[in-house]
């Protein structure tokens, strides 16, 4: 019996979708087909055409659904993203540290901050234990030209323009994959006996019958929303941002250097964010409205562009974007489940929300009912972990404001209020005072962010864990603790000298892309 999965919206969570679906299920010209997956997007309701950060998960989507990398970095403007570089977090001195995708050295052999207080306080976390800051600040390349696709120096995941990625994938889910396409805006809704969703109907008249529904409609939220009212739970109590404002900054000369990080620096009452792509810069202010408005926000995004010389900062005209933190209580009811902003979106820092596409989008795929029975079921522990998934991203990204000393607005001093902590937070925060996050952190298989990435974020923001007592296995560790340390200092003068600028990389690329058209 074939299985008709139908999914709403054309933005990046529809075709992302799509397409791994599709490429788990889809046999080319095969009579054994058993999955059918269409896609339907309204000609009336525009993309949210922003999300210009992944993370290295998105290596993997794209060669699972076959796509190429070099097409991909050419058709996208892509380059390569390795870090975040937060700017001002601490005290807003400009002060800065990294957050790379590239785990510590030895980890999960030994805890390495334990053993980085211990020693070498005058040298920051980050680069006593990873190479990638180091190659960040000269916006090197992650890899060598002559390497695999998708293979690498330093663990990577990318920049992109949003716009251009869902045409591509869009071209490659119907060409490649057999995804069917109908343009169309859903205005109706129409129930079996149960409560499942039977079809749903076009302006046109036109019905699409199917077995699994997927609310991908953005936050119109078609059906999870408006059609089922699973209530929405707004967490801007914990995470105060609910306004962008997003502007497109060209490059003042071509070979303007190419950042190989996504640069965050608070402001007064928020963030901006600043994207590099081969041609031009993604630059965005996130704030809360509740401490500032957007004439003030405007001027801080403005200023921000100007003060850089690498930039042309004249016609900026920045778009608007109002969103409620938060996300639905359950994801998946009867046999509709939401991906992408119909289920949830907080706010861009730590790029979370391609992530959790590719994660729930892959999970479904894995695990495709095949019966109504076994729906339910699966409904059941997809509400659950997608739960954990949320919850786990509020506090990682709380972990970032409450960490600060600034005290230059009541927007910060707000953040460190215990009202605004999750319990959760709470409790992992007085732990990591007198132990560092380790690889007991959790027991989740299918965790967002390991205890790497707390350490990073920690120690980056000068984190105070107490001291451990000298211990046999930490007297034992030295040897294997100063190895680790001179195989950091040795790769990171190796990386340097010999990776290329991430521009010299991708004119590379470009250029050999040009020759096989
Ligand atoms: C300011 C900002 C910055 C962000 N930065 C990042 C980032 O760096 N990294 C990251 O991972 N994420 C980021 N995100 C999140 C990211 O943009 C979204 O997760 C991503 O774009 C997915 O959106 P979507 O496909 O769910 O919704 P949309 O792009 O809004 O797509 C919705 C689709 O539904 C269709 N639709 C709506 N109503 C109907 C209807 N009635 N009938 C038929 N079709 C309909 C529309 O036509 C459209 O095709 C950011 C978000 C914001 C707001």
Not at 344 to 355: D, I, K, M, Y
Not at 390 to 398: A, G, P, S, V
Not at 426 to 455: H, I, M
Request: proline share 4%; charged share 20%.
């Amino acid at each position: 019996m074939k299985t008709n999965v139908v999914i709403v919206g054309g933005g990046t969570a529809g075709w992302l979708t799509a397409g791994i679906i599709a490429a788990r299920h889809f046999i080319k010209n095969s009579s054994i087909q058993n999955t059918e997956v269409t896609l339907v997007e309204s000609p009336d309701v525009k993309n949210l055409g922003v999300g210009e950060g992944t993370w290295p998960t998105m290596r993997d989507t794209l060669r699972q659904i076959g796509i190429s990398e070099r097409e991909f970095l050419s058709c996208c403007d892509a380059s390569f993203k390795q870090a975040s570089k937060f700017v001002g977090w601490l005290n807003g001195k400009n002060e800065h540290y990294y957050h790379p995708f590239t785990a510590p050295s030895g980890y999960g052999m030994a805890n390495m901050p334990e053993h980085w207080s211990a020693r070498s306080n005058a040298l920051n976390f980050e680069s006593w234990v990873c190479a990638q800051g180091a190659i960040c600040e000269q916006n090197l390349a992650p890899k060598l030209p002559q390497m695999p696709e998708y293979a690498f120096s330093l663990n990577y995941g990318y920049h992109l323009n949003a716009a251009k990625f869902v045409k591509l994938l869009h071209q490659h889910c119907v060409e490649k994959l057999g995804v069917n396409y109908i343009q169309g805006h859903v205005e109706q809704v129409i129930s079996a006996e149960n409560n499942d969703i039977s079809a749903i109907g076009l302006t046109n008249g036109e019905r699409i019958t199917g077995d699994l529904f997927i609310d991908c409609s953005g936050f119109a939220a078609i059906l999870i929303g408006k059609h089922y009212q699973v209530p929405f739970k707004s967490k801007q109590h914990i995470l105060f941002n609910d306004t962008a404002l997003a502007v497109q900054v060209d490059y003042a000369s071509s070979d303007t250097p190419i950042a190989s990080c996504t640069v965050a620096t608070a402001q007064k009452s928020g963030w901006i964010w600043d994207i590099s792509l081969q041609n031009r810069r993604g630059i965005g202010h996130v704030f809360s409205s509740d401490f500032t408005n957007a004439e003030q926000a405007e001027e801080a995004l403005i200023k921000y562009v100007q003060n850089d010389p690498l930039l042309v900062s004249q016609n900026l005209t920045p778009r608007k974007i109002k969103f409620t933190p938060g996300h639905r209580e359950t994801f998946w009811h009867k046999n509709c489940v939401a991906i992408g902003v119909s289920a949830g979106f907080v706010e861009p820092l730590e790029a979370t929300a391609l992530v959790l596409i590719e994660k729930s989008a892959e999970w479904i795929s894995q695990q495709l009912p095949r019966e109504r029975s076994a729906m339910t079921i699966l409904a059941k522990r997809f509400n659950k972990l997608t739960l954990q998934r949320w919850q786990e991203i509020i506090d990682f990204l709380k972990l970032h404001y409450l960490l600060s000393n600034r005290s230059d607005s009541n927007y910060w001093q707000e953040h460190k209020k215990a009202a605004s902590i999750p319990e959760s937070l709470q409790d992992a925060v007085t732990l990591w005072r007198t132990q560092a996050p380790g690889l007991y952190e959790t027991n989740q298989r299918f965790e967002l962010f390991s205890s790497a990435s707390k350490q990073y974020v920690l120690y980056g923001m000068g984190f105070n864990t107490e001291p451990k007592e000298a211990t046999m296995i930490g007297k034992n560790e030295a040897a294997l603790i100063k190895r680790l340390r001179n195989e950091t200092v040795h790769s990171t003068e190796k990386l340097l000298s010999a990776l290329p600028t991430n521009r010299q990389f991708l004119s590379r690329v470009l250029q050999k892309v040009n020759l096989a058209l």
